[in-house]
């Protein structure tokens, strides 16, 4: 068994089953390249991660990489999920965020190539850049009603996505928002809409219609690399 602090107020032990447990009050330290977590040297024996209630946020990269991660227990109270905090979690199939997380943090969910199903929290109201870049086994997704932002690449490389649910009160997509979403057939962009960023749904091969607000000037960008056709609604 191993254990440490990871925050001000907060422990961590990793039992010989491989689950890692965090305990105690506020907010987990951020972690990078330059600062290691605690748990580095053995994030490859993690297979389930337990977050206790007390804690409140998720640092960055906290748990990037546990190629080997099955099962989160993420408690009410969490605010905020730091960048890149799942980034690489190979094996995780499912994650469910409570609705207290009002931030997820950019490229959270990359690279997690078996997650199938995730739940944005109702609080959120941006998809930040990369936040599910590569997610390849993801299949469709509702974006909450208080987003008015989607971010560059947020859901780049997201192969199987063949549904995905925008909200009226979507404001920006950003650059690449869907690319390479290979198997996306529709999509409704709200009347909400006021700016979209380059190629969007670039190389969505199966990409057929695009329902939009009539008026919009910016319909030769939501054609950039794919053959759709373009519907007013």
């Not at 024996?45 to 409140?56: D, L, M, P, R």
């Not at 730091?82 to 207290?100: H, Q, V, Y």
Request: hydrophobic share 35%.
């Amino acid at each position: 068994m191993s254990n440490g602090t990871c925050g001000k107020n907060l422990t961590w032990t990793l039992d010989d089953e491989g689950t890692l447990t965090i305990s105690g009050t506020g907010d987990m330290e951020n972690y990078s390249w330059q600062k290691e977590t605690p748990w580095q040297v053995r994030r490859d024996s993690i297979q389930e991660i337990i977050i206790e209630a007390g804690v409140t946020s998720i640092g960055r990269e906290a748990f990037s990489n546990c190629k080997n991660l099955s099962a989160v227990k993420i408690p009410d109270g969490i605010i905020s999920v730091g960048e890149l905090a799942f980034n690489g979690c190979d094996s995780l199939t499912e994650i469910k965020i409570p609705d207290s997380v009002t931030h997820i943090g950019e490229g959270t969910f990359s690279n997690c190539r078996s997650l199938t199903e995730i739940k944005i929290p109702i609080g959120v109201t941006a998809i930040e850049g990369y936040t599910f870049m590569s997610c390849m086994s993801l299949r469709q997704i509702k974006i909450p009603d208080n987003v008015t932002y989607i971010g560059e690449s947020a859901f780049d490389c997201c192969a199987l996505l063949w549904k995905i649910e925008l909200p009226d009160g979507l404001k920006e997509i950003d650059d690449f928002a869907f690319r390479d979403c290979m198997s996306l057939r529709e999509i409704t962009i709200p009347a909400s809409v006021t700016e979209i960023g380059n190629e969007i749904f670039g190389n969505c091969i199966s990409l057929k219609k695009i329902y939009y607000e009539v008026g919009y000037d910016f319909e030769d960008k939501l054609l950039e690399d794919n053959d759709a056709e373009l519907i007013p609604c």
